[in-house]
């Protein structure tokens, strides 16, 4: 085994792509200041719809190439964050995008949405073993917009997590490691209000996009449920850039972009989560400022005897908002 890093970041996504937008800017942070960062990618994005006209043939219904080229894309994207472990789960290919919810493509053989929960989970309890991290970043039971691999890939994160801290779970997979603290993207209602305000009344005018709306934007959620902040902006080029690489799929005019659908939405250079699993490191009524806020510093005591028990709630206050 390789040795390990003291501070360990693993973030589970469904696409090539999702990683850079929902948390380019932490990824980028932690990079920098020399934390393991770990990307899982559930699938290749096959489905995906290709934005540039000059690379539409590599589209599902023509050539079916866009799985390979978006792994090109991820390689390049990863450059720009600065993280070199980036990995899809069980290798290139294994789970297949499954596409929009109720596509036929949902129930084709291999597609990720008809993966039995278990035996993806099994993939990934053996790069959590490996890695050993303290903190895992992934979707919320609705995948923050329904999209079935979205869904999916929570489902197997968070089934990993469980059976990975299990020593009784295939113990040729790696010796047990339970991971302190679990996240789900999120992003704060008001912070959402007060962008697409500021995108429909100013700056929509001079972007070749019509404005998308709050509700098209994943994980939106009330206020108090946001317990943590990673503010990005130090790294907000970083993240832009790599947006940019996944060039089929993303379309990007700072601070703004779009998907194929040409509408325009925020960039987010702070990025904002909800502690889950594991105790809040922050003082009573404040957010986190750090997914690592409260661990030891030390790489052995991420052990499983140390961490809180997994069914412990977060252990915060529902404090008034006090970021942008
Ligand atoms: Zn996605």
């Known amino acids: 085994m390789t040795e390990l890093a003291d501070r360990r970041l693993l ?4 696409h090539p792509d999702d990683e850079s937008i929902n948390n ?9 200041r020399g934390v393991q960062v770990a990307l899982v990618t559930c ?37 720009e964050l600065g993280v070199t472990d980036h990995r899809f789960l069980g290798g290139p290919g294994r789970f297949r995008d499954s596409g929009m919810m109720g596509a036929e493509q949902n129930h084709r053989a291999g597609a990720f949405w008809s993966a039995d929960v278990d035996e993806a989970a099994a993939l990934l309890v ?29 489902r197997v994160a968070m089934r990993a997590a469980d059976l990975a801290a299990d020593s009784g779970f295939r113990p040729q997979l790696g010796a047990a490691h339970a991971i302190a603290k679990i996240y789900w993207n999120r992003v704060p209602r008001s912070v959402g209000e007060r962008l697409f305000t500021e995108l429909r009344e100013h700056a929509v005018a001079g972007l070749p996009w019509a404005a998308a709306r709050l509700d098209d934007v994943p994980g939106v959620v009330d206020d108090d449920r946001v317990t943590t902040v990673i503010d990005g902006r130090p790294q907000v080029a970083r993240k832009a850039a790599a947006m940019r690489a996944h060039a089929t799929q993303i379309a990007v005019a700072e601070p703004w972009f779009a998907l194929s659908n040409d509408l325009a939405q925020p960039l987010f250079d702070i990025e904002y989560y909800e502690l889950v699993r594991g105790r809040s490191g922050a003082a009573p009524g404040e957010r986190e400022t750090d997914l690592f806020a409260g661990l030891p510093d030390t790489a052995d005591t991420a052990d499983a005897a140390d961490v809180p028990d997994s069914t412990d709630k977060p252990q915060h206050d529902r404090g008034t908002v006090t970021s942008t």
């Open 126 to 154: 053996q790069v959590i073993r490996e890695l050993r991290p303290q903190v895992l970043v992934t979707y919320d039971p609705d995948g923050g917009y329904g999209h079935p691999d979205h869904i999916q890939a929570h």
């Open 11 to 14: 973030l589970v996504h469904a």
């Open 43 to 79: 699938t290749l994005g096959e489905e995906g719809e290709v934005i540039p006209a000059a690379l539409a043939h590599l589209a599902p219904d023509r050539e079916d190439t866009l799985g390979a080229h978006r792994a090109e894309e991820l390689a390049a994207a990863m450059k």
């Open 24 to 32: 380019g800017a932490t990824m980028a942070t932690y990079a920098a």
